[in-house]
């Protein structure tokens, strides 16, 4: 079984940064993938970014491609998710998930293993 426990939500004024952390405890493989969704009200869970364990290969939306950052310490079992350049749009419950991953470093199937959320506001 395998937990995430996001953190490093909060609130921010358009074109800052804020840092998100996803520690998972339990057994992880090289083979998974693990990354950021998000969901805004009255919309749907979306795709934001997502690394694989192994290589290390990382995948982006085109919304967030350029203004955030995914990265992996292996050794800490940890996830961040480096966000810049903020706009009031990437306003939203971020969530961590986990699950089989592909080269590409995007997820092979819909994940496995989700993460309470952490939120995340960006003022104008």
């Known amino acids: 079984q395998v937990q995430l426990e996001e953190s490093g939500g909060g609130s921010v004024q358009a074109g800052g940064s804020l840092r998100l952390s996803c520690s998972a405890s339990g057994r992880t493989f090289s083979s998974h993938a693990i990354g950021w969704f998000r969901q805004a009200p009255g919309k749907e869970r979306e795709f934001v970014a997502s690394?694989?364990?192994?290589?290390?290969?990382?995948y982006y939306d085109g919304s967030v491609k350029g203004r955030f950052t995914i990265s992996r310490d292996n050794a800490e079992n940890t996830v961040y998710l480096q966000m810049s350049s903020l706009k009031p749009e990437d306003t939203a419950v971020y969530y961590c998930a986990m699950g089989e991953g592909a080269d590409s470093g995007s997820f092979s199937y819909s994940p496995d293993y989700w993460g309470q959320g952490t939120q995340v506001t960006v003022s104008s």
């Open positions: 690394i694989k364990w192994g290589s290390g290969a990382t």
